[in-house]
């Protein structure tokens, strides 16, 4: 394998550093992450801080940051020294290029105005808001700790910390849930006037509270072609107050004549290398993807050995996958085809895999364009809108 395969074409890198703890549990939620377990965040802020280490060391060459994004669980539940002993553990280790963005999800009612006026002081340049809804029955169904109170004070507190782009995340197709209800939750968001929109329709997943509830017949499931005219409804009324789709389930208002996207995400949906640092993180470098162990205390466990391997590997990686050029190529399409309004550019394929685009994938390609799911404009092929509603299967086509 050729480690340096990816890094040389792409040179800027993204990191993800994911933070596990949660005050509680959501009612839907399966992310890796645990409730109680707060009494480890010194000793996993030093793991990552020795991951970060053990993993520029490895590197074969200078590494380019270009985003940084502290995902979870929580993060907002770090403390500012906890950050601060990441965000200089990542200057000391990579070459962070200017400009870089720095993200950190925060869930509202977490954060006051002191402390986000030090995560600016940080260069953290970029906060989302897991508001999820504005009333209170859907957020209570949800499990979710905070109220509408919180998020308009998270918001009016970020905006006078001096964040300009911000996002908020919000949940349709609950259980139960009425167009009208789902319609207020958007319109109370777009009062708060936001950079930037990141829509998710709720799944139930297994194992999750929600879907006990739902198998036990104490809520209703989820009406499919409901969801379905909630997007459609969402994606209308984004579109008029001035917001542009960009991806499946994001939206982007254009700020100075840029249109602020989530640049950390696009370096996934366009195929581009990551490292991940922290329990369950996952990375794509050099050719392998590969995986951090689950558990917060097997992971402190396995950084404190310092076992670690080649380039991209962790003394936390307890899985790796080599990508070869097919299911790179695959890999490229079903992410590309995510971004609404880049797609995937037969140029910039051709100049990473030196094959035509609409030579490895004629008929798929023929056909989901007499279907009106994909349209192509002589370079670049998008999903349409009628795709969007059904883009598992279309982007399951090039696999
Ligand atoms: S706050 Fe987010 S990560 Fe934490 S339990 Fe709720 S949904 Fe999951």
Redesign the pocket.
Known sequence: MDVFGILNTMEQIGLYIHIPF?????A??D?N?Y?GMTHYLDAYVNSVCKEIGSVSQSAPQNLYISTIYFG???PSLLSISHLKKILGMIHKNFVIVDHVEINLEA?PGTVNLSYLKELRRLNINRISL?MQSAISEELML????HNTIDVIRAIKWARQAGFENLNLDLIFGLPGQAMQTWQASLEFALRMNPEHFSLYALSVEAGTPLQGWVNRGLIDGIDPDLVAEMYEWAGDRLEAAGYKQYEISNWAKQVNNEYLVCRHNMQYWRNQPYLGFGAGAHGYAGGLRIANVLSIPEYIDKCAKGETGEFPRSPATISEEFIDQKNEIAETMMMGLRLTSEGVSADRFHKRFGKALTDIYPDEINELIQWGLLEWDGNNLRITKNGRILGNQVFMRFV
């Open positions: 949660c005050t509680s549990r959501c839907y939620c992310f992450t409730a979870g669980g929580t869930n897991g949800l499990g979710r700790q």
